[in-house]
């Protein structure tokens, strides 16, 4: 390849990202190939609009891996039409209406003795914690999710992608 083309790409690359990098949370996702399941999830919800919302947002934006460990046949239930409230509720579980950046968590998390309480939309609470070097999220059930990517930025807010679906108590 040319140098001349090589710097023609890193040019479209860097205005490639910078305007990704100005996009609000729902593009973030709605355009990650990992979360096609989440952004079918959101899209059912009727929570594409809410995303695009001032904020400030903190999403926990778990993978297409992460829904594929779900119990056989739940994701197909939380999709149906008789369960929007339900998904709603589930979805709305992983997003915080606070800005906390990687940072921010642990360092809350160290303040807090080793746990982070965090209200969600759903009106429940996350716990955050470190354990082994990575920082997981506890949902009210007890299950876990580790945070594998982190401080995806967007206009209105900021995404961690998680390997794990987190559910409220109902």
């Known amino acids: ?28 996702i709605l355009h990650s190939e990992n979360h096609t399941t989440f952004t079918a999830a ?22 297409n891996e992460a829904f594929d460990k779900l119990e056989q046949g739940k994701l197909q239930f939380l999709l149906q039409s008789e369960n929007k409230a339900t998904l709603s509720t589930t979805l709305t579980y992983h997003i ?7 940072t921010n968590i642990v360092n809350q998390i160290t303040i807090g003795d080793g746990t982070f309480k965090m209200t969600t939309v759903a009106g429940n609470i996350l716990t955050a914690s ?19 990517a982190t401080d995806l930025k967007g206009s209105n807010g900021i995404t961690h992608v998680i390997d794990g679906v987190l559910m409220p108590r109902n």
């Open 96 to 102: 915080i209406p606070a800005y906390l950046t990687a």
């Open 42 to 63: 959101i899209k059912a919800a009727n929570l594409v609009s809410t995303l695009k919302e001032k904020g400030p947002y903190t999403i926990f934006a778990p993978t």
């Open 1 to 28: 390849m040319k140098p001349k083309n090589i710097i023609l790409i890193a040019v479209i690359s860097f205005f490639s990202l910078s305007s990704y990098a100005q996009s609000d949370i729902a593009d973030i």
């Open 130 to 148: 470190i354990k082994g070097g990575d920082v997981l999220l506890t949902d009210s059930l007890g299950n876990t999710a580790k945070i594998i």
